[in-house]
């Protein structure tokens, strides 16, 4: 990948040198935060698959539905459901930092570890609120 | 300058044009940000509409998914991250895959997939507010 080597400059399609890639860095949060965004961007590509599922079934009848109701109350439906809740919410607040950043703010050491823990507490809290709210709007775990 | 002949009359900006790996130029970039921010509130309340339906008979979630506001703001979501995710994925592609056979069938799955599944929540979503 990273071809440092000094190329005689002579012809216009010589190899011109590329930055050192990721295995040249120590691994760091945001670093690690930023890899994370595009995995949960990427997981939530195929995760609208579920909600595809859930709004046709919806609009096809009471048994489809019951299908995705039974599917979404087994241990791996709600494993899914709930990883699927994390991702859209890492996403959502990972994309906010990405806009501050975007505006040339918060750019500092100190204040991009800052966002970059927030981002990661942020999620994992409103993930575990989501669901909690969910629970109770359902009237207890079933 | 890069690739500048002796004799070449073209304009810089004439030689950069319709390059970058999609061949197009920093459009994609801003719809991305224009389609994020968007996202966030529409995001929020997908995640309400969700919690409302949550355990409710099939007749419930029928007639509130295809009441007026909740359809407008679940199409407007389908839209959005439909739009949102096409690009995503695009970006995703340009980066790993080099080969410009791959390159390519993988940009136009990404286009399918994402007609498909949008068209798809769209269709429903019209079909619960519109009945039949």
């Known amino acids: 990948m990273a071809e440092l080597k ?34 949960t961007g990427a997981a939530l590509y195929f995760g609208i698959l579920l909600l595809a599922w859930w709004l046709v079934s919806a609009a096809s009848g009471p048994n489809a539905y019951a299908n995705v109701e039974w599917f979404m109350g087994t241990l791996i439906g709600r494993a899914v459901l709930f990883g699927y ?54 009237g207890g775990p079933r | 300058m890069i690739g500048q002949q002796p004799n070449d009359m073209r304009t810089a900006a004439r030689r950069v044009r319709g390059l970058g790996a999609a061949r197009s130029g920093t459009r994609d970039f801003w719809h991305q940000r224009v389609t994020s921010v968007a996202g966030i509130p529409l995001t929020i309340a997908l995640i309400v509409i969700v919690i409302a339906l949550l355990g409710r008979s099939h007749a419930a979630v029928v007639q509130i998914l295809g009441s007026p506001v909740v359809a407008i703001i679940m199409l407007l979501f389908i839209l959005n991250s439909a739009y949102h995710m096409w690009i995503g994925m695009q970006e995703i592609i340009l980066d790993y895959l080099h080969d410009d056979k791959f390159k390519f069938l993988s940009l136009m799955a990404n286009t399918f997939f994402v007609i498909a599944v949008g068209l798809a929540c769209a269709f429903a979503i019209l079909k619960l507010s519109f009945g039949v």
Not at chain 1, 14 to 30: A, F, G, N
């Open chain 1, 85 to 138: 809740t994390f991702a859209l919410l890492h996403h959502m607040l990972g994309g906010i930092r990405h806009l501050i950043w975007d505006t040339l703010h918060g750019m500092e050491p100190a204040e991009r570890e800052l966002l970059t823990i927030a981002t990661l507490v942020g999620s994992i809290s409103l993930t575990l609120v989501v669901w909690l709210v969910g629970y109770l709007a359902m």
């Open chain 1, 6 to 39: 000094a190329e005689p400059a002579a012809g216009p399609r010589r190899t011109r040198p590329l930055s050192p890639h990721l295995q040249i860095y120590r691994p760091m949060l945001t670093m690690t935060m930023s890899i994370v965004h595009r995995i």
